[in-house]
């Protein structure tokens, strides 16, 4: 049994206040993460109101609690909306949840990394004190990156509460593409056709038959590739003409059951399938060799799995039919794998999971966490070892 508390905050000064008594006491106290025993559980679901709306400037201030489905609807409403929330992947996250995963985006390959889209906001740090970062226009994040110190994935550094967010206007004009191929290097041939055009699709994503039978509940065969096109109208149907007569010639095939880009953010809370999201980062050119390696490292474990993700920008996603204990070695051979082909590994496993990362910016962020955390007691020990 955890024995955790949780603790409903909707304010700043309710947060530092709670910040300061854990210090005395010692008390453990977690956010976004599993909790301790005996210690504290943050819920800022109740502090989701809009604190103030710039449509002028295309920028919206929103406390952590608010849904991401819950922002770009009352954004759509205005004419706007929140990118890295223009697809159902990760409706389900808070604000806060989603700065504290690292911004993820479904759309970075048209749009860049999710980060541009938070322009700064303010934090409380383990000790109670609270500081602003970054600010309302771009040239105030000059000097020194705080926002994205604070922000980098599973940092544990400090509770956001307060986030500047930066909007754009809705598109004209949307065609979503739902397609199969029979093989990764269909996939791949479509992508370096999508790469030479002089605009890329707003999103695109694909999926191998393991893992499509699993996200979209339907029988699936071959590789399954979904990208939008957005724009004024008449871009997107002179691109859409072209890309229809490219998929005429391929070997390509409409899916049989049309779907969207599921939900993704609630994957990893499945106890008897490990799903891995955000850490993996591997070339697309690279990808045939990534995965043909993939399906042997699994299979001398006796594992099952799929990979699945952005594939055009190269974030890969990995599920696995076995509980997370069971993944290290596989996950480990992989992270190898990513880097040898030119690829990189984000940490996110490491930091979740264990064992400690280790890299030239370990020593400064245990340095500065000690000096905004002196007991320790924020998001500590609850990392799986």
């Known amino acids: 049994m955890n024995n955790t508390t949780a603790k409903k905050i909707t304010s700043t000064e309710q947060l530092q206040e709670l910040f300061r008594q854990a210090q005395a006491k010692k008390t453990p106290v977690s956010l976004y ?16 109101a809009i604190e103030a709306f710039d449509i002028d400037n295309l920028m919206v201030i929103v406390p952590p609690g608010i849904l991401l489905k819950e922002l770009n609807a009352i954004a759509a409403a205005k004419g706007l909306r929140f990118i890295p929330a223009d697809t159902p992947a990760y409706e389900n996250l808070s604000i806060g949840e989603w700065a504290y995963q690292g911004c993820p985006n479904p759309s970075a390959w048209k749009y860049g990394a999710g980060k541009h889209f938070l322009l700064g906001g303010n934090y409380v740090l383990p000790n109670g004190d609270t500081t602003p970062v970054g600010g309302s226009c771009i040239k105030n994040v000059t000097g020194y990156d705080f926002t994205r110190y604070l922000t980098g994935g599973y940092a544990d550094l400090a509770a956001g509460v307060r986030y500047i967010i930066k909007l754009m206007p809705q598109p004209a004009c949307r065609k979503r593409y739902d397609i199969t191929v029979p093989a990764l290097a269909n996939a791949i041939e479509l992508i370096n056709y999508l790469h030479s055009r002089p605009v890329p699709p707003a999103w695109l994503f694909w999926v191998d038959e393991t893992v499509g039978s699993r996200l979209f509940r339907q029988t699936h065969q071959g590789q399954r590739v979904l990208f939008e096109l957005d724009g004024n109208q008449a871009e997107v149907i002179d691109y859409a003409k072209e890309v229809d007569a490219y998929l005429a010639a391929a070997n390509s095939r409409p899916a049989a059951e049309p779907a969207t880009i599921p939900a993704l953010s609630g ?11 955000d850490e ?8 045939d060799t990534f995965a043909a390696n993939t399906v042997k490292t699994i299979s001398e474990t006796g594992i099952a799995g799929g990979l699945f993700g952005q594939l055009a920008d190269g974030k890969i996603h990995l599920c696995l039919n076995c509980k997370k204990e069971a993944s290290k070695t ?13 690829g990189a590994v984000s940490g996110k496993y490491n930091r979740l999971y264990g064992p400690q990362m280790c890299s030239p910016l370990t020593a400064l962020e245990l340095a ?4 905004i955390d002196p007991q320790q007691i924020f998001n500590q020990g609850v990392v799986s070892q």
């Open 368 to 371: 500065f966490k000690q000096r």
């Open 267 to 277: 994957l990893e809370a499945n106890t008897d399938i490990f799903w891995l999201l």
């Open 33 to 48: 993460r599993k909790g301790q025993p005996g210690g504290i559980a943050l819920d800022f679901s109740e502090w989701n």
């Open 330 to 342: 596989v996950i480990a051979a992989l992270q190898a794998e990513a880097c040898k082909l030119g």
């Open 280 to 287: 993996l980062k591997v070339p697309y050119t690279a990808m």
